[in-house]
T-cell receptor
């Protein structure tokens, strides 16, 4: 079974630009979560999508948005990039089953975004 | 919301020693506590987890303990080996709309010296 795939692996953008990152979950997984990882802040939750709907959201500005397609693939978009957005962006997929079920999260390799 | 504190931020041990990483959480509703290991340049991977109805869980050289009353949980690694060197993240989760959204600690960089 293929793991979680994120593309691209590396990205360099200029301040003010926008960027779109992609995440393909493990087959059968319906939940995709996105995290920002920086050396100082660790892993911070951005949002979670389940069945094409945003189900949970972290404390990030509206410049960060996402969506999920019918095949569970998810994209994350960051508009008006700032230097502080430079980070490793990780997505994680899980079954996202009903309350009480095991929902172990499997991470992708991440996209390293550098804003210059 | 949930807040997870993790200590120490860096832990240096000699090969063969034990290592202990401690985490505290704030939300008594949290009931799932996974631990992830992230080697340099690689993705975080689940190494062990514990649910709130269990006090301790072991898997070979690693074990996790949970004290719900005190709201703290710990990772114990015995007979450490150089390949255990990595960043370890603890997390606490509560069911939210049917899913578990973990809040992560800031990580512990474990260095095992041969």
């Amino acid at each position: 079974k293929a793991g979680v795939t994120q593309t691209p692996r590396y990205l360099i953008k200029t301040r003010g630009q926008q960027v779109t990152l992609s995440c393909s979950p493990i087959s059968g997984h319906r939940s995709v979560s996105w995290y920002q990882q920086t050396p100082g802040q660790g892993l911070q939750f951005l949002f979670e999508y389940f069945s094409e709907t945003q189900r949970n959201k972290g404390n990030f500005p509206g410049r960060f948005s996402g969506r999920q397609f019918s095949n569970s693939r998810s994209e994350m978009n960051v508009s008006t990039l700032e230097l502080g957005d430079s980070a490793l962006y990780l997505c994680a997929s899980s079954l996202g089953a009903l309350r009480g079920a095991n929902t172990e999260a499997f991470f992708g390799q991440g996209t390293r975004l550098t804003v210059v | 919301g949930e807040n997870v504190e993790q200590h120490p931020s860096t832990l240096s041990v000699q090969e063969g020693d034990s290592a202990v990483i401690k985490c505290t959480y704030s939300d008594s509703a949290s009931n799932y506590f996974p631990w992830y290991k992230q080697e340099l340049g690689k993705r975080p991977q689940l190494i062990i987890d514990i649910r709130s109805n269990v006090g301790e869980k072991k898997d070979q050289r690693i074990a996790v303990t949970l004290n719900k009353t005190a709201k703290h949980f710990s990772l114990h690694i015995t007979e450490t080996q150089p390949e255990d060197s990595a960043v370890y993240f603890c997390a606490a989760s509560e069911a939210s709309g049917g899913s578990y959204i973990p809040t992560f600690g800031r990580g512990t960089s474990l260095i095992v010296h041969p």
